[in-house]
């Protein structure tokens, strides 16, 4: 006997069943000597040299960078082990160090709590609260050349536009504010010159070794737009605020809608960009 969950397990389409499909189609088109499946569980073809010495690269390295386990805030072990790996790969300069954070941030955890939305566990490992403006400068002196993004809370959007003015007006840094709840709660991101998603995206394809034509992304933010507008095909959700969707090339779905998985069946498996 099989019971219903399993049952479901079996019968209902996967993204794996969805890529196998999609190779039987290209295979009948192109011919099967030309589709070439490398997956682990079941290749039918050796994978190519390249692909097999990455393989083992990977399997040599960290171990707790490679399948560590970790809570949701990371633990700090599995964190430190992450970003050594990260800055030997990409000559970064990530630590396993923690979050720090002050009063307006209990603020604006408390307020989207108020309305019904999971937050992040300020007391978690890793996390110290800040309670001071003189404990900020002791930290940022100690942190100096060290803390790699801040986000800037304020429970008055106008008040986070008047800093993003005043940030802006330095040259100095990538700015994404972030509007919640139709512009009720609203932060900015700050990031230095020309660290951005964008050009994450735009390192990851040199190093897999493909165009921006050949990169799909998706977003719903401020943060998203440069790589939107950097990527060959930039996906808006339906949730997104007009201008986002103004930017990207098409639209999807919204979250609720499960939009990014239409985006990825209408235009990667179904190659309809």
């Known amino acids: 006997?099989?019971?219903?969950?399993?049952?479901?397990?079996?019968?209902?389409?996967?993204?794996i069943r969805e890529l196998f499909?999609?190779?039987?189609?290209?295979?009948?088109v192109v011919g099967r000597e030309n589709v070439f499946d490398f997956s682990l569980g079941n290749p039918n073809v050796p994978a190519p040299d390249a692909v097999r010495q990455a393989i083992l690269e990977e399997a040599a390295g960290d171990p707790i960078a490679l399948h560590g386990y970790t809570s949701a805030q990371g633990a700090a072990d599995v964190r430190t082990a992450l970003a050594d790996d990260l800055n030997r790969r990409f000559g970064t300069a990530y630590t396993g160090d923690?979050?720090?954070?002050?009063?307006?941030?209990?603020?604006?955890?408390?307020?989207?709590r108020k309305r019904g939305t999971t937050a992040l566990d300020e007391t978690a490992d890793g996390?110290?609260?800040i309670d001071s403006w003189d404990k900020w400068r002791v930290l940022l002196d100690k942190e100096d050349g060290r803390i790699l993004k801040a986000i800037l809370h304020d429970l008055n959007p106008k008040a986070v536009d008047r800093m993003m003015q005043t940030l802006e007006q330095t040259g100095l840094f990538e700015l994404a504010p972030s509007v919640m709840y139709g512009g009720a709660l609203k932060n900015v991101e700050i990031n230095c010159k020309g660290v951005h998603k964008g050009q994450g995206?735009?390192?990851?394809?040199?190093?897999?070794?493909i165009g921006m034509d050949e990169v799909m992304a998706i977003g719903d933010s401020d943060n998203d737009l440069t790589m939107l507008r950097m990527a060959g095909l930039g996906v808006a959700m339906a949730n997104a605020a007009p201008h986002i969707r103004d930017a990207a090339d098409v639209c999807t779905g919204s979250n609720a809608e499960d939009g990014v998985a239409q985006a990825v069946e209408r235009y990667i498996l179904e190659g309809n960009a």
């Open 1 to 15: 006997m099989v019971n219903q969950s399993m049952a479901a397990l079996g019968n209902n389409r996967s993204t």
């Open 201 to 209: 995206l735009a390192q990851l394809a040199v190093q897999l070794g």
């Open 21 to 28: 499909e999609y190779g039987n189609q290209r295979a009948a």
């Open 98 to 112: 923690s979050l720090y954070y002050g009063r307006e941030f209990l603020r604006f955890l408390e307020e989207i």
């Open 127 to 129: 996390y110290f609260f």
